[in-house]
């Protein structure tokens, strides 16, 4: 088999919430007759981003060409996920023109690319490129998540934690694999934030890569699809903090999901969602829920204080209308304080 028989995969990663579903959606809406296929990798036991997906209401999208890896990593998993997925995408008929691979937002790029190397694999795929979305706003304030400042504060308070910031290593171990980088929620930014992101950026990229701002992950697709990089042949000169470990893990991370009863008023709801990413160590909380006397189905999405909500489609026939929240955060957020939050 030709290197030119080999279908095409676009890696997505980037920092919770910095927007890769929002983009991936984007794509699917405008694939112009591409046959498009993705996977989405989840950290939690509810796989919010698949459903948003599979949910889209997308024609050129049906729920088949979405294959959804729950509570993992794919940088940890390869082999026992991320290959069966694989295969069950590649013999689809008629075969796909590409595939979007969504990581979590706590994966590795580099070990998920470098697996692409493996024999079984080289003949029948390679990475397009691998595409790094940032939060625009995030950087333009001087950190990569919301309430970095208080995580240092606490991390330099108590001598028996490591200092070392994994969230940090995370971002710059992504932004170091990246052959594109997409500066998202650009709307949100003047003059000077701008110049502050790209800065932060500039700082975390270790050679010249290029960069575009997004707005409700809306990029040319000419500018996504087609980079033609073959990252999986250049990955081993992508210089990252983890390259002389065996092995990694994702303790620092947790997550819980909260069962969400039927609600009356969303922006009541995003106002608790809020609150609790107050809570210290908190990362994101996204997630669904029924409104009285509505029929479609409410998404939420927090990072930090920024809460968006919006209906984003009907409940289906026979589906129970139960609502679920994912709050994800550092090893050791208080949990108490966050279901007293949200749930009162």
Do not use: Y
């Amino acid at each position: 088999m030709t290197s030119l028989a080999r279908v095409p995969c676009t890696i997505v990663t980037g920092f919770l919430g910095a927007g890769k579903t929002t983009l991936i959606r984007h794509v699917l809406e405008n694939a112009g007759g591409k046959r498009l296929a993705v996977i989405v990798n989840e950290f939690g036991d509810v796989g919010i981003d698949g459903e948003i997906l599979k949910g889209c209401g997308i024609e050129s999208c049906d729920e088949g060409s979405i294959v959804e890896l729950a509570n993992g990593c794919l940088c940890c998993t390869v082999a026992d996920d991320f290959v069966p997925a694989l295969d069950q995408i590649l013999a689809r008929a008629p075969k796909v023109d590409h595939i979007l691979i969504e990581t979590s937002g706590l994966a590795l790029p580099k070990p998920l690319v470098q697996a692409f190397q493996w024999p079984a694999i080289k003949g029948r795929v390679t990475v397009d490129g691998v595409i790094a979305v940032v939060d625009g706003p995030a950087l333009a304030e001087g950190r990569v998540a919301p309430d970095l400042a208080a995580l240092d504060a606490q991390r330099a308070g108590d001598e028996s934690l490591d200092h070392d910031d994994p969230v940090e290593e995370v971002f710059e171990d992504q932004i170091a694999c990246a052959d594109l980088v997409v500066l998202s929620k650009s709307d949100l930014l003047d003059a000077a934030g701008f110049a502050a992101a790209e800065k932060a950026v500039a700082g975390a990229l270790p050679r010249a890569v290029k960069l575009v701002r997004a707005s409700g992950g809306k990029v040319d697709l000419a500018v996504l699809l087609g980079l033609g990089v073959g990252a999986e042949d250049v990955i081993d000169a992508r210089r990252t903090h983890h390259d002389d470990e065996e092995d990694h893990d994702h303790d620092e991370f947790e997550s819980i999901v909260l069962a969400l009863p039927e609600i009356a008023d969303p922006a009541a709801l995003a106002a608790r969602v809020v609150k609790a990413a107050e809570t210290p160590d908190v990362l994101r909380v996204k997630g669904f829920a029924a409104v009285e006397g509505k029929p479609l189905r409410l998404l939420v999405q927090g990072v930090g204080p920024r809460v968006s909500h919006h209906f984003d489609r009907a409940w289906t026939a026979g589906e129970a209308r139960r609502g679920a929240l994912v709050v994800i955060g550092l090893k050791g957020f208080d949990r108490a304080a966050v279901e007293q939050a949200i749930l009162g």
